[in-house]
């Protein structure tokens, strides 16, 4: 219970696109805030993905919006990032993160509040131009 595993990373060109695959043996009747975060070779990390398992609201960082898109399947439980039109500012590590939701929390890629229990390996995205 509570293992994240992720695949699908690898290195592409600019303008490719990839698909990244989270296995989660999380309950699917609870309410997962479900984020992706991704940090670069010497940076910080940065969430850029994140939704909901109860209703599926998706919400993304301004770097990623209308390229990646986040999605949440409940058989087999797992959570998927499209990224489309990839950038050599997209190298970076991606991590699949979930915690569970409480009354108030906000789910979001920007809320660094929030703090995630359950965290995957992380999986290489490499984007060169």
């Known amino acids: 219970q509570g293992q994240l595993v992720e695949s699908g990373g690898g290195s592409v060109q600019a303008g490719a696109s990839l698909r990244l695959s989270c296995a989660a043996s999380?309950?699917?009747?609870?309410?997962?805030?479900m984020t992706w975060f991704r940090q670069p070779p010497g940076g910080e990390r940065e969430g850029v993905a994140s939704?909901?398992?109860?209703?599926?609201?998706?919400s993304y960082s301004d770097s990623v919006k209308g390229r990646f898109t986040i999605s949440h399947h409940n058989a087999p439980n797992t959570l998927v990032l499209e990224m489309n039109d990839l950038k050599p500012e997209d190298t970076a590590m991606y991590y699949c993160?979930?915690?569970?939701?409480?009354?108030?929390?906000?789910?979001?890629?920007?809320?660094?509040?929030?703090?995630?229990?359950?965290w995957g390996q992380g999986t290489q995205v490499t984007v060169s131009a």
């Open positions: 993160a979930a915690e569970l939701l409480g009354v108030g929390d906000i789910c979001s890629p920007d809320n660094k509040v929030l703090q995630y229990k359950y």
């Open positions: 999380l309950s699917i009747y609870l309410n997962y805030c």
């Open positions: 939704i909901t398992t109860y209703d599926e609201a998706t």
